[in-house]
């Protein structure tokens, strides 16, 4: 169904959006942290007009103690978010994850001075494994924190890799806030973050005040990790598969549950089949819809822990023979499609699910369990869809750690995983088009 709406394109250099972009202000550095703020950003002192430098833990040079005095700095706020157990780097002097340190680095250089970069430091370790939604909260209570302590920005994006892309969809549901339609321009918000009002405007919807542009997710288990090869390091193994979903909360935790669909009462829907609609107050697709671009990187083969099935969001006859041919420029991206957004009634949890559903929380039975998740998988999919993506896949085959693709999908590690260097290069440039058509 999927290749009728989605046509395949060649990402050539001659794609990109040619329209120039504005000179840059003088750059800032992320301040070292303090007690009651984000780790990155200082309680006492705030961007200031003068130059600062973009580097780790570099010095900060300021004329004023108030952000309010800021007359130029970065207007666009791009949130970096790990997957799970992300660890400190021991080199770090400002404590923020050492997962995207690569990443970090290459996308301040060819972004340029109007960016700010935050790698988000609110879940890591074993953090991850309290369950999406509390991780999403804290990823949301960060943002907020951030963006009170900036002055001046005004876009947000997100760029996450593996669980933190569902950490990210779910922050973005409690940061959005939709604007009135009649107005049919941009309008003022106000949020509120550790007792004070932030002010910013955007237009008909915003992302903790700021206006949504870029959501990218490398890697990331969108349908969740049940079912054939959504976690390959099983094998495929249906034995594996079957003994995995009641195992996974005591390894990993209430995100175990969640990710294999067996979270909650048996007749309430699982979190992740909740995140592909508007569900109470939380807007998760409203909150997708929101952002002007949306990005999905999927690994096609040798990633040991999300399938490229889960982190396309594809349905199984959609799945093609992996392409080998690197895109001119991407090394191992091997292919481009733009999916437009697909009409639907959005997902739905009927009694027989419920009723697989208790049977996988009870006493796992193949039939049951195969029957639920194959309902939710579409559900989610018909969920999800109903929204623009554009997919990009990558093949590590040639790579010459190749099974460390998962990793190598952000350069988690500049030694060992520089494979994915292509990777990272290639979510910057799509960073940079301003001029994609606005429903992708």
């Not at 840059?24 to 984000?38: F, K, T, Y």
Request: include cysteine; charged fraction near 20%.
């Amino acid at each position: 169904m999927a290749s009728t709406l989605c046509s395949p394109r060649h990402h050539h250099r001659s794609h990109l959006c040619r329209s120039r972009l504005r000179p840059s202000p003088p750059s800032h550095a992320r301040l070292r942290s303090g007690a009651g703020c984000p780790p990155g950003l200082n309680t006492t002192k705030y961007l200031c007009s003068h130059p600062m430098s973009t580097g780790r833990g570099s010095p900060v040079s300021c004329s004023s103690m108030d952000a309010s005095s800021s007359k130029q700095g970065p207007e666009h706020l791009i949130v970096l978010v790990h997957g799970i157990m992300a660890s400190f780097s021991s080199f770090s002097i400002d404590y923020s994850p050492s997962d995207w340190t690569y990443g970090e680095a290459v996308l301040k250089k060819r972004l340029g001075d109007n960016f700010l970069i935050y790698a988000s430091s609110s879940n890591i370790y074993a953090k991850s494994f309290d369950g999406i939604n509390v991780a999403g909260r804290r990823l949301a209570k960060e943002v907020l924190d951030v963006v009170q302590k900036m002055a001046g920005l005004k876009k947000i994006s997100f760029i996450a890799h593996s669980l933190g892309g569902l950490f990210a969809r779910y922050a973005i549901a409690i940061l959005y806030s939709q604007q009135a339609k009649e107005t049919g321009s941009g309008a003022s918000v106000m949020l509120t973050s550790g007792g004070s009002e932030i002010s910013r405007t955007s237009g008909l919807g915003a992302i903790a005040g700021l206006e949504p542009t870029n959501f990218i997710t490398l890697a990331t288990p969108h349908l969740g990790v049940r079912g054939k090869n959504q976690l390959p390091f099983l094998q495929g193994l249906s034995i594996l598969e079957k003994l995995a979903a009641p195992l996974a909360p005591f390894i990993v935790g209430r995100t175990g549950a969640q990710l294999f669909l067996t979270d909650g009462e048996p007749s309430k829907p699982p979190l992740l089949l909740l995140m592909t609609s508007d569900h109470e107050d939380k807007k998760f697709i409203s909150a997708l819809a929101a952002f002007k671009n949306r990005i999905l990187y999927a690994n096609v083969s040798y990633d040991h822990m999300v399938g490229w099935k889960t982190s396309s969001i594809r349905r199984e006859l959609d799945l093609r023979k992996p392409l080998r041919r690197s895109l001119d420029g991407y090394k191992y991206i091997v292919n481009v499609e733009y999916c437009s957004p697909v009409s639907s009634d959005g997902p739905h949890f009927p009694s027989r699910a419920a009723r697989a559903k208790e049977a996988a929380q009870s006493t796992p039975n193949m039939e049951n369990t195969n029957e639920y998740h194959q309902m939710m998988e579409e559900e989610m999919i018909r969920g999800l869809q109903r929204v623009g993506w554009k997919k990009v896949d990558v093949n590590f085959h040639a790579s010459l750690w190749p099974y460390s693709a998962h990793n190598n999908m952000h350069v988690k590690n500049e030694w060992v995983h520089n494979a994915g260097a292509g990777v990272i290069a290639h979510v910057a440039d799509s960073m940079k088009q301003t001029c994609l058509p606005s429903n992708l």
